[in-house]
């Protein structure tokens, strides 16, 4: 595990307060060489649609970057210390060393983070810009950033990550796959409690509600797509509450790994978590 911070580059990236495209199109290079086009095309892609500009959309949350330093410093700060001795807390918790970067970066323009490989390497890339747009400095939310993103890698690198298309056993799947990462997070953290998404009472009333999005999200699942699910993201609602997937992911896997040890279950094919999961539902 290498842990990177680019951010000590950030001013250099400006003259007299104007950030300087070629600049940043430099430092790209550095820091990931011939990897220019994965940040400029995802801009010009998003420019094409019509829907969005460079110099309206991003520039600005780009800026913040450089005039609202205390916050940059913030991040920074909860950076270090939820990647301090992580390599470390890894093992020791999982047993097995990832073999990842993970790099605090700016201008990923449209994403907090990232997961991308690149030359045969896992990177998790974490844009500074977007964490201090979404405030999200505090070391709660870089738990959920770098955490829950390393709890996927994992799963990737030392278990069986199938992937399936749209339908039933897509979003069941998804389910068991980001409550393998939420698990993954609240046992680094040493709270099985914790959830990065915990805010005005979202945490007591899902536990309240736990039964009733159990039955629900059974009932919905034949004829969920990415378009009508209203269980995972910020930007949906089930009964007016986000992330609700996440939660649920997550309590079923702490099922199953009542049961079963961790590295046994990222093993888990779907046959297996079918059937767990019909376990779950009659408790």
């Not at 990236?13 to 070629?22: E, K, P, S, T």
């Not at 959309?57 to 780009?62: N, R, T």
């Not at 999200?136 to 709890?151: F, N, P, Q, T, V």
């Not at 897509?170 to 393998?180: A, D, K, N, R, S």
Request: hydrophobic share 40%; aromatic share 16%; proline share 1%.
């Amino acid at each position: 595990m290498e842990i990177i911070n680019t951010t000590a580059e950030v001013d250099q990236l400006f003259v007299n307060g104007q950030f300087q495209f070629n600049l940043w199109k430099e430092y790209i290079d550095k820091w990931l060489p011939n990897h220019q086009d994965l940040f400029i095309d995802d801009v010009k892609r998003l420019h094409a649609s019509g829907k969005f500009s460079f110099e309206k959309d991003f520039l600005p949350i780009i800026n913040r970057a450089f005039s609202e330093s205390k916050k940059r410093l913030k991040v920074v700060d909860s950076f270090r210390q939820v990647t301090g001795g992580l390599n470390k807390k890894v093992i020791q918790a999982f047993g097995k060393e990832l073999d990842v970067t993970i790099m605090l970066y700016l201008g990923l323009c449209n994403g907090a983070g990232w997961v991308v490989e690149l030359d045969r390497k896992t990177y998790i890339l974490l844009g500074i810009e977007k964490i201090i747009e979404l405030d999200w400095m505090s070391k709660d939310r870089m738990y959920g950033l770098i955490y829950h993103e390393l709890g996927h890698v994992y799963h990737q690198q030392y278990g069986n990550f199938d992937q399936f298309e749209q339908g039933e056993n897509y979003f069941l799947w998804l389910l068991f796959t980001e409550g393998i990462a939420m698990y993954f997070e609240q046992v680094l953290v040493g709270n099985l409690n914790y959830f990065h998404q915990d805010s005005n009472g979202w945490l007591e009333w899902c536990d309240l509600h736990l039964a009733t999005i159990k039955k629900d999200f059974h009932h919905d699942i034949s004829k969920m797509t990415t378009d009508n699910q209203i269980y995972f993201g910020d930007w949906v609602s089930y009964r007016g509450r986000p992330d609700c997937g996440y939660y649920l992911g997550a309590r079923f896997v702490q099922f199953i790994c009542s049961r079963y040890h961790f590295n046994q279950v990222i093993q888990f094919d779907l046959d297996q978590v079918k059937a767990l999961w019909l376990e779950f539902l009659r408790l």
